[in-house]
Structure formats: C-alpha cells, structure tokens
C-alpha cells in the first residue's frame, strides 16, 4: 500500500538528527556529519550554484584577458603602421597639400582622399591648397592658379610646415622660375628654432622644386624624393614609417640592391642629389641646374625608350654631371622599351651603361644598378642635401643615410 507523507511529528531522518544533535550540543559541534546518498543529493543545487559563479567569473577574466590583448595587438599594429608610431614630438603636425603640375583624375583624387584621412588619423592637420583640385587642359589648373597655391604654401609657417605635391606629371617648368623666393626664405627665418625650416616631398616633375631647395642659402630646407599622396598609396607601413623618419631627422635602414652586372664596386660618401633624369637634364643651365661635384647623384625615369634614354644621360655626360661624383646609383627605369636604335633584347641598364661609359671610364668612383626608387613600387624616400654612403661590393650595393 501507498505509504502516506511523513508529517513535522514524525522521526526526522538520520542524517538530519546528527546535524540537529551538533547545533545543540557544542561539544559535539568539532564532528563532521555523516552525509548519505539522500543528502549529497538534497544538497546537491549548493554545488550547482558554487559552480555556476565559478564559470561566470572565469567567463568574465577571459573577457577582460581578450580585450586587454586586443588593445596591447592594436596598439602595435598601429605603431608599425606608422613606423614605429604616431607624430613625433619634435615634428610639426601641419601639412599643405598642392598640385603644381599635372591634373588629377578620380583615381588620383580617391587616392588623394585616402592619404588624407590616414595623415589625419596619424595626428597631422592638413589643409588642401584652394586650387589642388583644378583642371586646365592636363595641368591642374593653369599656370597663376598652380604658381599662387605654391607661393602660398612657401610663406605659410603657421599651416605648412610640410608641403605635400599631390602627383606630379607636367607643367613644373612653367612655374618653378615665377616663385618669389626672397619673400619665402624671409618668411621661414622666422622660425629659428625649427630644423629644417620646411620639409617639401614629391618626385618626378616635382624634381624642379626639390633642387630649387638646395639652392636657397640662410635657410634649412629638407627636400625629400618620396611617395606622393596621390599617386601613392601612404598606408603602406614600410613606405610611411621611411618618410616619417626622414621627416623627423630619424635613423632609417640602409638600401639595398641585388649584385648587378655592371655595377662598379668601390666606397663613396657624399651628399645626396638627384630625381628624375629627364627633369635634370632639362635644368642644364637654367637656375635648378644642379650641382654634382663630390656628390652623390641618383636617378630614376618613366615611361623613356632606349634612344630617349641614351641621348639624355650622352647630355648629362657632356655637361659634366658625372666628373667628380663620389657615386652614381639608378633606381627604376618604369615602362621602358626598346626602339628601332636599341632593339630587344636591350635592357634599360644596358643602355644606360653604354651611355655613360665614355664619361665614367676614367672615373673611380661607385657606380650601382637596381635600387627601389622612382615611379615603380615600391618607392623609398630619399632626402636630397644630406649626407650618404654609398657602398657596392660583389654580393650587391648598399646606401646609406647619414642623418
């Protein structure tokens, strides 16, 4: 028969009497109860619930784990982003961005756009110069637009303290001798406190300005053959972090190229000169004429066949520009091709080495192909007035900059 419900007048189990004995006997207080399956079993939600917080708290410390470890990754990932962090102290943060040549097309704008944010983000204000964005026939804009956005931007000491040339392409040449440079050189001696007083960058047509720097006396100026924010792409970590420590004066990684057939090996030390071959060649007597004697000199090209090629570096050659060089090194020759005069199998540094030759041949000085600067990628900066070393031995060349 069916058992009825124990009532409170009933005899309590075992086990709830010894516990009951202990709480009202203290002598007996020191003995453990003795626990049977039924009251492992009633007491059994006490584990359940010890257990639950255990696993909160071990859900909520490898929470807190996994997001001081997401912070510690982003915060590295940033700092090699920017090559080895953001905007240094000792760097001005305002920055002028301009076109003095050619016109930018939705590509380059988009590209532009890019470059801007990531300089934002990095810590710099950046202001587009009013007629950056202007068009007249494939200048960006015409001739007094382009000269006045670079006067502008040369007297500016409280907003450009960087320049910026968005691309290059053409139009330098109509412009460069327009510039007033007494009145600019007069403007940045008022910052006798900051070295060097303006850091400008661009390459290719921009070659016009960057040697115009050099020539300006009273003054400290750091023109830099680098990475355009509209014609390169300034989230690349390697090409950014090089720019920026250049920009600040900073220790940066020797260059390296592969051993090439006809370097000339040998140790050079000089200041650096050079940009774009065809922009220096056309300078040949005018006011950026340029100044190779105990230097060393670099030169890229774009977009040149082979006659073009070895008729610019035959009037190099002839005007002197490589007597008394401490060295000689070639960077990219982008899009080159062969001609009816140098058919293929002709490579660009069999040209070049063919044109130079009757110049160099009783020269000692080093002489080194294969370097990664110019139009192609990628493109590291070089800083054009500061001291190299210049070294090509049988296993490759290396450059160094001396800051």
């Given at each position: 028969t069916q058992q009825p419900f124990t009532t409170s007048s009933q005899k309590s189990p075992p086990h709830y009497q010894s516990i009951r004995a202990s709480q009202q006997d203290p002598a007996s207080s020191h003995h453990l109860p003795s626990f049977s399956a039924g009251s492992i079993l009633s007491t059994f939600p006490i584990f359940l619930h010890r257990n639950l917080l255990t696993l909160i708290l071990g859900i909520i410390m490898l929470s807190l784990t996994f997001i001081v470890f997401s912070s510690f990754l982003i915060v590295a990932m940033t700092l090699i982003a920017t090559g080895g962090g953001a905007v240094h102290n000792s760097l001005p943060n305002t920055v002028c961005i301009l076109s003095p040549a050619g016109v930018l097309d939705a590509s380059k704008v988009h590209t532009l756009?890019?470059?801007?944010?990531?300089?934002?983000?990095?810590?710099?204000?950046?202001?587009?110069?009013?007629?950056?964005?202007?068009?007249?026939?494939?200048?960006?804009?015409?001739?007094?637009?382009?000269?006045?956005?670079?006067q502008s931007a040369l007297e500016d000491v409280d907003n450009c303290s960087i320049i910026m040339c968005a691309r290059g392409g053409y139009g330098m040449s109509h412009t460069i001798d327009l510039i007033d440079w007494e009145r600019v050189n007069d403007k940045r001696k008022t910052l006798p406190d900051v070295t060097p007083q303006l850091r400008l960058i661009g390459?290719?047509?921009?070659?016009?300005?960057?040697?115009?720097?050099?020539?300006?006396?009273?003054?400290?100026?750091?023109?830099?053959?680098?990475?355009?924010?509209?014609?390169?792409?300034?989230?690349?970590?390697?090409?950014?972090?090089?720019?920026?420590?250049?920009?600040?004066?900073?220790?940066?990684?020797?260059?390296?190229?592969?051993?090439?057939?006809?370097?000339?090996?040998?140790t050079g030390k000089g200041q650096l000169i050079g940009g774009n071959l065809s922009i220096m060649m056309s300078s040949i007597g005018t006011q950026t004429d340029l100044n190779t004697k105990g230097r060393i000199l670099f030169i890229e090209e774009v977009g040149e066949d082979a006659r073009h090629l070895d008729k610019m570096l035959r009037i190099m050659g002839r005007s002197g520009k490589f007597d008394g060089l401490a060295g000689l090194v070639f960077g990219q020759f982008t899009s080159y091709s062969n001609d009816a005069y140098f058919p293929s199998p002709l490579t660009s540094e069999q040209v070049i080495a063919q044109a130079i030759e009757p110049f160099v041949k009783t020269s000692e000085f080093p002489i080194a192909f294969g370097f990664d600067f110019g139009h192609g990628a990628p493109n590291y900066a070089l800083p054009l007035g500061v001291n190299a070393v210049l070294t090509v031995a049988g296993d490759g060349s290396t450059l160094s900059i001396q800051n």
């Open positions: 756009n890019t470059s801007m944010s990531f300089l934002e983000q990095q810590g710099f204000r950046v202001k587009l110069m009013p007629n950056a964005l202007k068009s007249h026939n494939a200048f960006a804009g015409t001739d007094e637009e382009r000269r006045s956005d670079l390459f290719s047509d921009i070659t016009h300005i960057l040697l115009r720097l050099l020539d300006q006396k009273g003054v400290n100026y750091l023109p830099l053959h680098a990475p355009m924010p509209a014609f390169n792409d300034f989230r690349d970590a390697i090409l950014w972090g090089r720019t920026l420590k250049l920009l600040n004066g900073q220790v940066v990684d020797d260059l390296r190229a592969t051993s090439e057939t006809h370097n000339r090996q040998g």
